[in-house]
């Protein structure tokens, strides 16, 4: 595994993964991870998580649309979590392997071009 640069990661499309597919290893998930910002492992390194402080509940619903959109499109959903009607979270991981894989770097990339209304 090599480590690709967003603009690499978002030329691709996810893959059905239907598991049989070794998931990234710890070291090679932390670099990765140091291509995309914000983006930290969670879950003893078997899934990514970004957070957001956005700046109102409609912001954050306009960007999970957005986001839904790109997972829909790619196959690859992720799971959306929205708290204190402001605190946006994205968590990514392949179901199917119990662990990361190309697929989760590759929406994270996609989610990192989406435009969202921040918290000043």
């Given at each position: 595994?090599?480590?690709?640069?967003?603009?690499?990661?978002?030329?691709?499309?996810?893959?059905?993964?239907e598991?049989?597919?070794?998931?990234?290893?710890?070291?090679?998930?932390?670099?990765?991870?140091?291509?995309?910002?914000?983006w930290?492992?969670?879950?003893?390194?078997?899934?990514?998580?970004?957070?957001?402080?956005?700046?109102?509940?409609?912001?954050?619903?306009d960007?999970?649309?957005?986001?839904?959109?790109?997972?829909?499109?790619?196959?690859?959903?992720?799971?959306?979590h929205?708290?204190?009607?402001?605190?946006?979270?994205?968590?990514?991981?392949?179901?199917?392997?119990?662990?990361?894989?190309?697929?989760?770097?590759?929406?994270?990339?996609?989610?990192?071009?989406v435009?969202?209304?921040?918290?000043?």
């Amino acid at each position: 595994m090599s480590v690709q640069t967003p603009d690499q990661l978002v030329a691709k499309k996810c893959k059905p993964c239907e598991g049989g597919v070794a998931p990234y290893t710890h070291e090679e998930s932390v670099e990765q991870l140091k291509s995309l910002e914000g983006w930290y492992l969670t879950h003893e390194g078997q899934r990514i998580r970004k957070d957001w402080t956005v700046k109102h509940f409609v912001a954050a619903m306009d960007f999970f649309n957005k986001v839904a959109d790109i997972a829909e499109e790619d196959g690859h959903h992720p799971d959306l979590h929205l708290e204190q009607y402001r605190k946006a979270s994205i968590e990514l991981w392949t179901h199917a392997i119990g662990g990361l894989s190309e697929n989760d770097f590759i929406l994270a990339a996609k989610i990192d071009q989406v435009p969202v209304e921040l918290k000043k």
